[in-house]
């Protein structure tokens, strides 16, 4: 029973790394870029969320809604600002760009709501689930989290796929040129891609916070890089490949925390995604594509 709870436990905090990986992946499958802040913007959604609940005292509902708003503006206002100018620079100066919008997020969280850390109100209320008389316990937020990361992973797969917006990001992330000469706005497919992700962030926030109920500035760092660790892993670019990823990361986590060591399970994590990219570089669902000249 214990390796059946761990397994859940595992899935559950992997399909918060799948949410935000979804956020990753569909940046740089579109935009082609990496978006370092995008952690400290599952922060601020879940501070967002933090403070329409517990200030102004408004429904659960009403602040997950808020901190998706928020986000989706914010993560607008970061592209328009930081990122649309650096269109065609070096890939470097947009990687550089990025670490320091997430430092600034960072140190803005911190002088707006201090460095002390809050205690998160769980979203969820639905009864923890016992079975085998007790000895499996499935808690509320595990189920809300497995269930919202498969919707929006089918709901993400039925937009790109079918909607004329998924169509257009598809074809920017193909050849932006070309799409352009069909009259697809590229600044304003990218700009959406970038809403999208930062309203995935919030609710990646929102779950991450029910989970682990601890909330300060750094709260979004280290899950955002374990996130992109699974999106890499999954093959960046790929919306199942994220989801797989997280998933997997999110079980091996767990089972190194529990059998080995928890000082010793990030290094575990990131030794298995460098032997899976020795044998396949593209990540486990990533395609090979071969450039020509």
Same mark, same amino acid.
């Given at each position: ?14 399909? @918060?790394?799948?949410?935000? #990986? ?19 913007? *599952?922060? @601020? ?40 100018? /650096?269109?065609?620079?070096?890939? /470097? ?5 990025? *670490? ?35 000895? &499996? ?23 790109? %796929? ?16 070309? +799409?352009? &000469? ?12 970038? #809403? ?5 962030? +919030? ?27 699974? !999106? ?15 998933? /997997?990361? %999110?079980? *091996?986590?767990?089972?190194?925390? +529990? ?22 570089? !593209?990540?486990? /669902?990533?395609?090979? @594509?071969?450039?020509?000249?």
């Amino acid at each position: 029973m214990k390796i059946i709870q761990y397994l859940i436990n595992g899935i559950s905090i992997g399909s @918060v790394y799948a949410i935000i #990986a979804l956020g990753y992946t569909m940046v740089y499958g579109i935009a082609k870029m990496l978006n370092f802040a995008h952690g400290d913007i *599952i922060m @601020v959604g879940a501070y967002i969320s933090f403070c329409v609940t517990n200030y102004l005292g408004l429904p659960v509902v009403v602040s997950i809604l808020a901190a998706m708003a928020v986000c989706t503006a914010l993560g607008m206002l970061i592209e328009a600002l930081a990122y649309k100018p /650096l269109r065609g620079t070096p890939s /470097l100066a947009v990687l550089i760009t990025a *670490i320091g919008v997430s430092y600034f997020l960072q140190n803005a969280a911190q002088l707006i709501w201090s460095s002390s850390p809050k205690n998160y109100t769980s979203v969820v209320t639905f009864q923890p689930l016992r079975l085998a008389g007790g000895q &499996l316990v499935i808690t509320g937020e595990v189920i809300v989290t497995i269930i919202a990361s498969i919707v929006i992973m089918v709901g993400l797969t039925w937009f790109t %796929g079918k909607t004329r917006t998924g169509k257009a990001m598809r074809a920017v992330s193909e050849d932006r040129e070309a +799409a352009e &000469l069909m009259g697809i706005s590229v600044n304003k497919t990218i700009s959406t891609t970038f #809403a999208i992700g930062s309203a995935l962030a +919030a609710i990646a926030g929102v779950l991450l916070c029910s989970t682990v109920p601890t909330l300060q500035p750094t709260t979004g760092s280290m899950p955002g890089i374990r996130a992109f660790t699974a !999106a890499v892993l999954g093959g960046i670019g790929s919306i199942p490949g994220a989801m797989l990823g997280g998933i /997997l990361l %999110g079980v *091996i986590e767990t089972f190194s925390k +529990a059998y080995l060591s928890p000082q010793f399970s990030d290094a575990i994590v990131f030794g298995v995604l460098i032997v899976i990219l020795l044998v396949k570089p !593209a990540g486990l /669902l990533g395609k090979q @594509v071969q450039e020509k000249v």
